[in-house]
């Protein structure tokens, strides 16, 4: 704010909506209200995941290129899975408790009252939950890629130990090495996290749509929830409606589908985060397609979100 | 000059849920304050006070009417530089300690650097949270959290402040000092709108009044011209003897056309007022 917005001209510019600082502060604001909420804790459940899934003992088949394969395929899995349930979680109970307690609490009067456009809170409360939920997947990230090249490590030794007994070759020895690094930690592996990320981003911004017009916690909980299985189950069913037969789908079931498709991405494009765990690539084009396509959807809730804020009274 | 508050013909009407006629809160206020006034809204609870004053804030939109402050339309996002809001009963972040909270307020209006850290120190200590500055907001008492609403109104230092009920909750000296502090801003030039029911603080520190009955403004004027009696003249003596009262007693009986109603110490009157106005009212 420049000291000459004074007196006599009592609209400055910086109150125009989209303010970086004004949508930075709030952001980080709800960050921190979140961390103070203690949100972190549940990194410890996933170290405890992390540590069962590390539990299993490498078996020995005989093979050598399948030795210890599994206990990599387990860590990514159970790693992954625990990751999609968090981020799930986190996005909608912390999206739904923020702006029905900033209502109830009649904070949110006190904020309004000072020069911030409604769009500006809105999008600083959605940045804030996103920033919260991509630090705790990239902590878990770091967890996971620390976990799983230590056991990489011990995987690539027995192997060689068992390849060297059974007399391989020294090239089908690279090849399997080679193999088994694909079930490390690798780019694609992170990317999948990223998918991850990208999946509870558009929860994320779906509850707080729901949160503008339900002022119960409970409500838009529920109601995140049942859209985020409705979601699933439609993309399942709409490709197998697709790859099927295509009579099946009545016109009450393509009116839910297209109603599911306006609200939601297409969740089928979040299976790659499975083919991953698989140790499938995970290329650069279709994580970019899965960043625009999210983006497209997080700013269309973020805009409707607004449209039915802006209109709201307290 | 521009009025600081210029409210008219405002109406807000609230739709209840299984009630087929809406609720009139605020029914046809105007009201016009000018700047460096202290304006003082009193009237029974549920009688629109709150309500004028979201309305005011853009919080709620009117039904019919307009409200501007420094000319600017309330439902603008720019009318709200200038103004510091104390809502009733306020309530902030409750992980947020006393200096986070207004260094939070402070941000959000544009100010930040060595000149928030300043200001921030400067409302803590004007509102007598020094020694809490670090605390949680969640440990605070409801006094306490009143005043941090005050600072936190005051923090872009507003041309305007609009306070609904700064001293509920607050003990009598804490009442007091937000007193001194209304005086204190008025002397610097700054509007203050406030509704109160302490009715002995709004007749210490307003200027003018205006008295709202289930939503209509049933009085309102300079606190001089409500409360003075025309056909009344007080006479106030300091250190006067029994003697002195006798022979002043004389003279008004001798007179004839005088009558002495009373004599004794000046009471609250705008009290009297206020229960006219609306318990004795009859029903319009
Ligand atoms: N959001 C709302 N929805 C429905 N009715 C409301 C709402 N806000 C206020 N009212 C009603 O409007 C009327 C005026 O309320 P308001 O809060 O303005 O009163 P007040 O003068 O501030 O009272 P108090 O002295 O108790 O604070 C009340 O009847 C109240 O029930
Ligand atoms: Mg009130």
Redesign the pocket.
């Known amino acids: 704010m420049t000291a000459t917005a004074t007196a006599g001209r009592s609209v400055p510019p910086s109150n125009r909506p989209l303010n970086p600082r004004r949508v930075g502060v709030l952001m980080f604001h709800t960050f921190t209200q979140l961390v103070r909420m203690k949100v972190f804790y549940f990194m410890g459940f996933f170290a405890v995941i992390l540590l069962a899934s590390n539990l299993f003992n490498l078996q020995s088949f005989g093979q050598p290129d399948m030795e210890g394969m599994d206990v990599l395929r387990t860590i990514r899995s159970w790693s992954l899975g625990a990751m999609t349930l968090f981020s799930t979680v986190l996005a909608i109970v912390a999206t739904a408790l923020l702006l029905p307690k900033d209502v109830e609490d009649r904070t949110l009067y006190t904020i309004l009252a000072k020069p911030v456009p409604r769009l500006d809170y809105l999008t600083g409360k959605l940045l804030g939950v996103l920033l919260l939920l991509f630090s705790s997947l990239f902590l878990m990230d770091l967890l996971m890629s620390g976990v799983l090249a230590l056991r990489m490590h011990d995987v690539v030794n027995s192997q060689l130990a068992a390849a060297a007994k059974a007399n391989w070759p020294a090239d089908q020895i690279a090849a399997m090495r080679v193999q088994t690094e694909a079930q490390g930690v690798t780019w694609s592996l992170h990317g999948a996290v990223f998918a991850v990320f990208l999946r509870s981003a558009v929860m994320a911004s779906a509850a707080l749509l729901i949160s503008t017009f339900s002022t119960s916690t409970l409500f838009t909980t529920i109601i995140g929830f049942l859209l985020y299985f409705i979601g699933n189950f439609q993309a399942d069913a709409r490709h197998a409606a697709l790859g099927g037969t295509g009579e099946g789908t009545g016109p009450l079931a393509k009116a839910a589908g297209l109603g599911i498709a306006v609200i939601f991405p297409d969740f089928q494009l979040f299976n790659v985060i499975d083919s991953v765990i698989e140790g499938a690539a995970f290329p650069l084009s279709s994580l970019g397609m899965l960043t625009g396509v999210t983006a497209f959807y997080v700013i269309l809730h973020l805009f409707v979100s607004w449209l039915v804020f802006s209109g709201k ?1 307290f | 000059m521009e009025s600081a508050v210029e409210i008219r013909h405002l109406v807000k009407e ?1 739709r ?1 849920p299984g009630h087929k006629t809406p ?1 009139r ?1 605020v029914d046809d206020v105007s009201i016009t304050i000018a700047p460096g006034e202290v304006y003082g809204l009193i ?10 004053m979201k309305a005011l804030l853009g919080l709620v939109a009117p039904t019919a009417g307009t409200c501007s402050i420094f000319g600017n339309d309330s439902l603008k996002v720019d009318s709200r530089q200038e103004v510091g809001f104390l809502p ?1 009963n306020p309530y902030f972040y409750k992980h947020l300690t006393g200096a986070e909270t207004l260094r939070f307020y402070g941000k959000l209006c544009g100010l930040r650097g060595p000149s928030l850290e300043k200001k921030v120190g400067e409302l803590l200590e004007l509102v007598d949270l020094t020694g809490a500055r670090d605390r949680r907001l969640g440990g605070y008492s409801k006094g306490m959290l009143q005043r941090i609403g005050l600072a936190q109104a005051l923090v872009q230092e507003p041309r305007l402040v609009i306070l609904d ?1 700064p001293t509920a909750g607050v003990d009598p000296i804490g009442s007091r000092q937000i007193r001194d502090l209304i005086f204190e801003l008025k002397g610097r030039g700054i509007t203050v709108f406030l ?1 109160s ?1 302490l009715l002995e603080q709004v007749q210490e520190v307003c200027d003018r009044v205006g008295i709202i009955f289930r939503g209509r403004m049933v009085k309102e004027g300079s606190l001089d011209d409500l409360l003075s009696i025309d056909d009344q003249t007080e006479v106030i003596l300091r250190n006067a003897s029994p003697e002195l009262l006798a022979k002043v007693r004389e003279a008004v009986l001798a007179d004839g056309a005088a009558e002495l109603i009373r004599a004794g110490k000046p009471k609250t009157t705008l009290e009297r007022l206020f229960l006219q106005e609306t318990l004795d009212r009859k029903e319009p």
Request: with cysteine.
């Open positions: 009274e | 609230f209840l609720l809160a009237g029974p609870n549920g009688s629109g006070k709150s309500t004028a009733e009920e509704c029911h």
